[in-house]
């Protein structure tokens, strides 16, 4: 698709996720249905985790966003990476798990994927966002949602599944 329609999409997709959000918050009690992926490398023997920095730079979260129309929860998670983190790599077709936070005034349900982390772009569409790798240890301490520190753990069994190759870098 030639660059100058990109733009035009996602002015399109931002003015009505801005309306259907203003949309969504009047109605309490609906879940909204996201995607995310835990971006990871394997360093010196050790699982390490790139946390991204939330809009207003006061925690670390994992990037994730809207599963987008006509896109699946990977796919949808892998965009929310590439536009938050500039981070490209493979995304598990397998769910890690699921986790829940208040946003827009209602609940949002994240499911969670694995993304092995090929490439880190020097500039992406969010570059006010931070992003830094973690220790698995600390990348726990960091985030602030109990069950998405509890998927967290589970990591180290994970990759060697999902990804039997990722120990052997």
Not at 90 to 117: E, H, M, N
Not at 130 to 147: G, N
Request: proline share 5%.
């Amino acid at each position: 698709m030639p660059s100058e329609f990109n733009g035009y999409f996602r002015r399109i997709s931002k003015k009505s996720l801005s309306l259907n959000i203003n949309l969504l918050s009047k109605f309490k009690g609906i879940i909204i249905q996201q995607s995310g992926v835990v971006p990871y490398r394997i360093k010196d023997g050790k699982i390490e985790v790139l946390l991204i920095s939330s809009r207003k730079k006061k925690r670390w979260v994992i990037p994730k966003g809207l599963i987008e129309p006509f896109m699946t929860p990977q796919d949808s998670a892998a965009k929310e990476a590439l536009e938050e983190g500039g981070i490209i790599g493979a995304v598990s077709p397998d769910i890690l798990g699921t986790y829940t936070y208040i946003k827009w005034g209602t609940r949002c349900l994240v499911q969670v994927f694995l993304l092995k982390v090929e490439i880190l772009q020097d500039k992406w569409l969010e570059s006010h966002r931070d992003r830094q790798w973690f220790s698995l240890k600390e990348a726990v301490k960091r985030v602030e949602e109990d069950d998405l520190k509890e998927i967290l753990k589970t990591l180290p069994e994970k990759i060697q599944v999902i990804f039997p190759s990722s120990t052997d870098d």
